[in-house]
């Protein structure tokens, strides 16, 4: 029987076809010399895209194994395997090792989607699309000031005038008081997540995330030896006493929350639950890690309050970015917390980068005390909407009967339950032939059976296209 790649494994494909190859040529079944199936020879055999062999041979000549010419195919080389070789490192073997883990398989398989497809419609990417970035906003910005000449090492806990102006941005907008000395700049909620679980935790350490969980699709917690605890969450968001229960049974030291518009399932923490998880942290003396990206999203209404707001015990390490509201290229993040903490975790963060580029921060501080900040988040807002709004009137459309959800009311994601039993990656597959990505639901943590579809970063033009797109390949599964 020929061999195959495994497209349930968690290696990729190109991985293990190149693995494979370099396995033959090793046991002389293709000498030094001989010629290789051509690429779409090859990508027939084994049933992937000749891409997906591209890949394979490209891996194998960074390795010195075999060489390529144009208008030659591509041969096993001959000076690799001569009687003194001079051998290439198995880079792919290193990149088996270390102790940070990859991304899950599902996502390197839709990033890997993308790349090769340029033209499929992405509503799986976690970001706003490029018409609904202040791109304008922040180019009249920079003509309009001049930013420092000074281009050396800044502050390891970041820029101080984005930190004071984050204290009137917190102040205004998120009902938070607090100083610049209790603000660390990072790159993002995930550098945050980051610092916190290498600095503040240790290998064995229980912690608490929410079920379904975008934090459950971040490798970093298994990475940094943590063990993962789970709080179902209901229409409410996180059941408090769920909380004292793992605490007793399994001594968890940190809670990790988004209660607002949580990612994925877009649902609300509700007022009466929050106090009593304060309660229950401020009794038990845990801390709580409340990731907010999504608040001012929020769809004509007022943002829910952050738990930081009502934190008066000090229990909350409140984590908030720019990537959802503004632009994920800036790379801005924050992280407000105990003074103790910043400078620890700044730190640390020196140690990794010496900080952040000074300019975007720079940038970040002039735009939120700017004239053009309160318009941009209510365009943002009303544009968020009309998207969510035909994402739902597609599905309402193709999939009447095969499909349930609750319409968010603010973030970037419509979390969905399916009524058939379909294969996440059959699914994900079929939907990529049809011209559109999705995340299945149990890169979250969730039970199969659940999707979860990103209105914000595919063009509203391209949304109905992309929903039939998988309306088409889930009823080719089922059929």
């Known amino acids: 029987m020929m061999w195959k790649p495994d497209r349930q494994g968690k290696k990729p494909l190109y991985e293990q076809i190149a693995d494979h190859l370099e396995q033959q040529i090793s046991y002389g079944e293709f000498p030094p010399g001989s010629l290789l199936p051509s690429e779409r020879k090859l990508a027939e055999q084994l ?69 090769q497809q340029p033209s499929l419609i992405d509503m799986a990417s976690g970001e706003l699309s490029p018409d609904l970035a202040p791109t304008d906003e922040i180019a009249a910005l920079m003509s309009e000031h001049r930013y420092t000449s000074y281009l050396g090492y800044d502050n390891p ?63 970093m917690f298994q990475s940094a030896g943590l063990r993962l605890f789970r709080l179902p969450v209901d229409q409410d968001g996180v059941r408090p006493e769920d909380i004292r229960i793992l605490y007793k049974k399994h001594r968890i030291k940190m809670v990790f929350v988004n209660p607002n518009f949580q990612n994925p399932t877009g649902t ?55 990537s959802k509201i503004a632009a994920s290229g800036l790379r801005i993040g924050w992280m407000v917390a105990p003074h103790s903490i910043v400078e620890r975790l700044a730190d640390a963060r020196q140690q990794m980068d010496f900080g952040l580029s000074v300019i975007p921060q720079q940038v970040a501080a002039q735009f939120i005390q700017s004239s053009y900040f309160q318009p941009h988040l209510e365009r943002l807002q009303l544009q968020l909407q009309f998207k969510r709004d035909l994402a739902i009137a597609s599905l309402r459309k193709e999939l009447p009967d095969s499909i349930s959800f609750t319409a968010p009311q603010g973030g970037l994601h419509l979390w969905c339950q399916l009524r058939h039993d379909v294969p996440d990656g059959k699914l994900l597959e079929e939907a990529v032939r049809k011209g559109v990505v999705f995340v299945p639901g149990s890169v979250y ?23 039939s797109g998988f309306a088409q390949a889930l009823r080719e599964l089922l059929s």
Request: with cysteine; proline share 6%.
């Open 268 to 322: 609300v923490l509700s007022m009466e639950r929050r106090r009593q998880l304060l309660h229950i942290a401020s009794e038990l003396g845990l801390p709580i890690v409340e990731d907010d990206p999504f608040s001012l999203t929020a769809y004509g209404e007022e943002a829910p309050v952050p738990l930081k707001s009502m934190d008066t015990n000090g229990s909350v390490l409140y984590i908030g970015s720019f």
């Open 157 to 219: 806990q970041g820029y101080v005038p984005l930190r004071e102006a984050l204290v009137g941005y917190l102040d205004a907008y998120r009902k938070i008081q607090t100083t610049g000395s209790s603000i660390l700049i990072t790159s993002g909620s995930q550098q945050s997540l980051y610092l916190i679980t290498q600095c503040l935790l240790s290998p064995g350490d229980a912690v608490a995330i929410e079920d379904p969980s975008y934090c459950y699709s971040l490798p």
């Open 445 to 467: 943590g969730s039970d199969a059976g659940f999707v979860r579809f990103t209105y914000a970063r595919a063009k509203a033009e391209d949304i109905e296209t992309g929903i």
């Open 47 to 115: 049933g992937v895209n000749r891409s997906t062999v591209i890949l394979a041979f490209a891996e194998l000549r960074s390795m010195g194994i075999v060489e390529s010419r144009t208008g030659s195919g591509t041969r096993v080389s001959r000076t690799k395997w001569e009687a003194m070789p001079k051998h290439t490192p198995n880079w792919s073997r290193y990149c088996e090792g270390g102790s940070f883990l990859p991304n899950l398989p599902f996502l390197r398989k839709i990033r890997e989607a993308l790349a």
